[in-house]
């Protein structure tokens, strides 16, 4: 079976977007001006706010998720957002791959010691293997821009940042988890 080719047409990703919430019992919304409130800007490009179009939501794989095309700047160029709930609340950390791919990874946070244990061997060959660029863990939220906006590839993504979730260090969830608001 051959994947979905990459919609060329912004009616195309609505089609699109649309199909593949519906094929999973998923939630579609056209657009969402709300969906940024609160969200840190690193994880999306500088500018002046953009839009929200064709959202996806709903749970995969047992984590609840939302992606979206993100519409900014001038013409308007679109990214794509993915963005997957996480179990415990955890620090504010950016993940950048500056190499992309080749030797390591650029991360800021607040505590050095989290950002190092955050990024142990396995999520690093999972950031890689993914080809993630740009990664965000905000509060509950695990934030990834970029990538294809093919149905196939769009859920390429979110398996990807489920399995990152689920192979994140025990030490991690134990000394800087935090559940509740």
Not at 108 to 115: G, I, K, P, T, V
Not at 139 to 148: A, E, F, K, P, R
């Amino acid at each position: 079976m051959r994947a979905p080719r990459t919609p060329r047409t912004a009616s195309d990703r609505t089609a699109a977007r649309k199909a593949l919430a519906a094929e999973h019992g998923w939630t579609y919304t056209a657009r969402d001006t709300r969906a940024l409130r609160g969200w840190p800007r690193t994880a999306l490009p500088p500018g002046p706010l953009g839009s929200v179009v064709d959202e996806v939501s709903g749970v995969h794989r047992g984590r609840a998720f939302r992606l979206f095309d993100y519409l900014y700047g001038p013409g308007p160029n679109a990214l794509v957002v993915h963005a997957l709930e996480l179990p415990a609340r955890l620090p504010y950390a950016y993940v950048q791959d500056r190499e992309g791919g080749a030797h390591d990874l650029y991360a800021e946070a607040a505590d050095r010691s989290f950002a190092l244990a955050l990024l142990d061997d396995g999520v690093r060959a999972d950031i890689r293997r993914a080809g993630i660029a740009d990664l965000v863990v905000d509060g509950t939220l695990l934030i990834s821009t970029g990538g294809d906006t093919a149905p196939g590839a769009v859920l390429e993504r979110l398996d990807a940042l489920v399995d990152l979730v689920g192979r994140i260090p025990d030490e991690v969830w134990s000394q800087w988890g935090r559940t509740g608001a």
